[in-house]
């Protein structure tokens, strides 16, 4: 059995300790960009009603704010995602001495997967998964929807829905770093498909197959994109 890698050992703990401080960072900014946020949010949370059509209702005198509460912190996660992806491309290029120009390329690329995963949750999963599970309502069951549950729901999905769609990056950035190479991520394809999946089933609010499908096979595109573009940026094995 091969012993640790210790110059592995110490790059980690050299990225954790650049992330801990990105972190630190980020924290003052993050705090002062939910409080901003929390006063547009109940202009926030129209937009995020806009594919339920009926009033949200609350069953606790905090849950109001709290629900405002949540949607802030969300809503800042989802616009500070570019500085949060710029903090952790400067850790890992302290850590692993990366180009410059690859930390643009990840920087610039990560954003756009993030935000291209957000908007096809927006607009495309959230649609038909609001209209399936309203779907079981009738003449005497009348939906009754708590603002905290939706903003959660909604919250959840769209930034989850976002960071999944970083998957051929973060593919690219293992092959980079030489911790996985191409043709082993090649060789457990049948794995990752049970992983999608099992994801696809996790993430989509509705088990209907339609919608599963909505969110397994732009995975596996991505994954599919994500093993082809590794390779040329692979180390090189000496």
């Not at 630190?24 to 937009?47: D, E, Q, W």
């Not at 909604?154 to 911790?179: D, H, W």
């Not at 191409?182 to 994801?199: G, W």
Request: glycine letters at 6%.
């Amino acid at each position: 059995m091969r012993s640790p890698d210790p110059s592995l050992y110490h790059r980690t703990l050299i990225f954790l300790f650049e992330l801990r401080k990105a972190i630190l960072l980020m924290a003052g900014l993050f705090v002062t960009t939910v409080i901003g946020l929390y006063f547009y949010s109940p202009i926030l949370l129209r937009h995020l009603q806009h594919h339920l059509h009926q009033k949200l209702a609350f069953f606790g005198i905090a849950e109001p704010f709290l629900a405002m509460l949540k949607l802030s912190v969300a809503s800042a996660v989802f616009i500070l995602m570019p500085l949060i992806l710029l903090r952790i491309w400067l850790a890992l290029a302290a850590t692993f001495h990366l180009s410059r120009l690859f930390g643009l390329i990840f920087v610039l690329v990560a954003t756009a997967l993030f935000y291209a995963g957000a908007a096809f949750c927006y607009f495309v999963t959230l649609p038909f998964g609001i209209k399936f599970l309203l779907s079981y309502g009738s003449g005497r069951i009348e939906p009754v929807i708590s603002v905290g549950k939706f903003v959660s729901f909604v919250g959840l999905f769209i930034i989850a829905f976002g960071l999944i769609f970083e998957l051929p990056l973060i593919m690219i950035l293992l092959a980079r770093l030489g911790l996985v190479r191409p043709q082993t991520m090649a060789r457990y394809r049948r794995h990752a498909i049970l992983i999608i999946s099992i994801l696809a089933a996790v993430l989509t609010p509705t088990p209907d197959v339609i919608n599963m499908s909505l969110m397994a096979l732009p995975l596996y595109f991505l994954f599919e994109a994500g093993l082809l573009l590794s390779r040329p940026f692979a180390r090189k094995v000496a």
